[in-house]
């Protein structure tokens, strides 16, 4: 009975040595199959986005003309240049108004809409759509709208009040350009908070109204915490979104009049296809880098911190 078992045994053991290697090569293969697939969209992005990056890294330190890559290195002094002129400081201020704008007005208006709408069962729908039109469409095609049936002094809106464009105007150019670009971007808060309200637990919702809690009581301390997560992504990227302005500026106000709603991303353009001083253009381009990096590091350390909780 020993004799005839041993070699069974022998090779159940040794099956069962055999298994982890066998299940540590199908590992490494599976691994690698990942790679390989993954590699196609990481090649890309590598040539898209370090690779321009590391370069605009490397060009901000160089007077360069954009033409082949004879560029002569000079250190800081492009960023001297540019702190010590006050058109850059005007285009800062600028962004940072615009990043206020934005933080409150879309977001609150998108927020108390989401708010309605999750209250209106019927045709939600379609006003999701019909507040998403905006977002979705080229921003040309928004910025001609506005200025031929709003801003247009012959015709438009302004026009017929008989009132100045406030493009045209250096106190208000800024806030002409902002007013198109949030009307643009608030439907897209309000479908994106919408869609994170109705994620709430309906137990919750009803526990509060069990309670006594009315509709603005359930909203501030059920929805809103429930919601913060998606609250502090819209917010990180409102802070990109803001620094990265441009396509509203320059197709309504150029910068103008007399740089009164210049942005950085105004600024970079003139430097880099005005006067072809892509150096210079370089240098904004990674300030303007810098304030985007600092919100995400922020955005990371607060969920991290929520995480930890």
Do not use: C
Not at 77 to 101: C, M, R
Not at 173 to 193: I, K, N, P, Q
């Amino acid at each position: 009975m020993t004799t005839s078992l041993a070699p069974d045994a022998g090779r159940t053991a040794a099956g069962r040595k055999e298994r982890p290697r066998r299940a540590g090569g199908h590992f490494r293969r599976q691994t690698l199959i990942s790679y390989l697939l993954a590699s196609p969209a990481l090649l890309l992005s590598i040539l898209i986005v370090v690779v321009p990056g590391i370069l605009t890294l490397l060009f901000a330190f160089t007077d360069w003309n954009g033409i082949g890559f004879d560029a002569a290195f000079i250190g800081l002094q492009n960023f001297q240049e540019i702190l010590a002129d006050p058109v850059f400081g005007t285009s800062l201020a600028n962004n940072i108004t615009w990043l206020v704008l934005f933080l409150t007005l879309p977001a609150v208006v998108g927020l108390l809409t989401a708010a309605l709408l999750l209250r209106r069962r019927r045709m939600r729908t379609f006003y999701q759509v019909v507040f998403l039109m905006p977002y979705v469409l080229a921003p040309v095609v928004n910025a001609m709208v506005w200025q031929t049936i709003i801003y247009n002094p012959n015709g438009g809106v302004f026009g017929l009040l008989g009132l100045a464009p406030p493009t045209a105007s250096q106190a208000t150019s800024l806030y002409a350009a902002a007013a198109v670009d949030m009307w643009h971007y608030w439907g897209f808060l309000t479908v994106v908070y919408l869609g994170a309200m109705r994620q709430t637990p309906l137990d919750q919702v009803e526990a509060a109204t069990v309670d006594g809690a009315g509709a603005w009581k359930v909203f501030v301390h059920v929805y809103l915490p429930s919601i913060r997560p998606t609250l502090l992504l819209m917010g990180v990227m409102t802070v990109i979104f803001s620094f990265l302005a441009f396509d509203y500026v320059y197709l309504l106000t150029q910068g103008g009049p007399a740089h009164s709603s210049e942005v950085m991303g105004t600024y970079a353009y003139a430097f880099a296809f005005s006067s072809f001083q892509f150096g210079k253009a370089a240098a904004v381009g990674l300030v303007m880098s810098f304030f985007g990096l600092l919100a995400s590091v922020l955005y990371t350390w607060i969920s991290r911190r929520d995480l930890l909780r």
